[in-house]
């Protein structure tokens, strides 16, 4: 089992800056890949972004230049910090842990932030 715990999040005026950041804790295997997910009203969750264990990222099109992720993999936390936010970028943020030697994948409860001014 492993357990995600997400903070930060809010609210920011469009083109603030917000940061969340998610701690796993549990049955963590060092081979993995976290990142974050969102999901709008009346839309489905889709990718913002990921990082392996080793550092390689991925990002969505639109957050690419705005959002950046990263992680310490000694506190086993994954962090996103998202810069030139915009209204669309209003969702709900999940974190996710997935193991690549073990069937784990593992969703957070979810962190709201609202770009609105």
């Known amino acids: 089992q492993v357990q995600l715990v997400e903070s930060g999040g809010g609210l920011v005026q469009p083109g603030g800056s917000l940061s969340v950041s998610c701690a796993a804790s549990?049955?963590?295997?060092?081979?993995?890949?976290m990142g974050w997910y969102r999901q709008a009203p009346g839309k489905q969750r889709e990718l913002v972004a990921v990082?392996?264990?080793?550092?390689?990222?991925n990002y969505a099109d639109s957050v690419k230049g705005r959002f950046t992720i990263s992680r310490d993999n000694a506190k086993n936390t994954v962090y996103l910090q998202m810069n030139s936010l915009k209204p669309e970028d209003t969702a709900v943020y999940y974190c996710?842990?997935?193991?690549?030697?073990?069937?784990?994948?593992?969703w957070g409860k979810g962190t709201l932030v609202t770009v609105s001014s």
């Open positions: 996710n842990y997935r193991s690549l030697v073990a069937p784990m994948d593992y």
């Open positions: 549990g049955t963590i295997f060092s081979i993995n890949v």
């Open positions: 990082i392996m264990n080793g550092g390689s990222t």
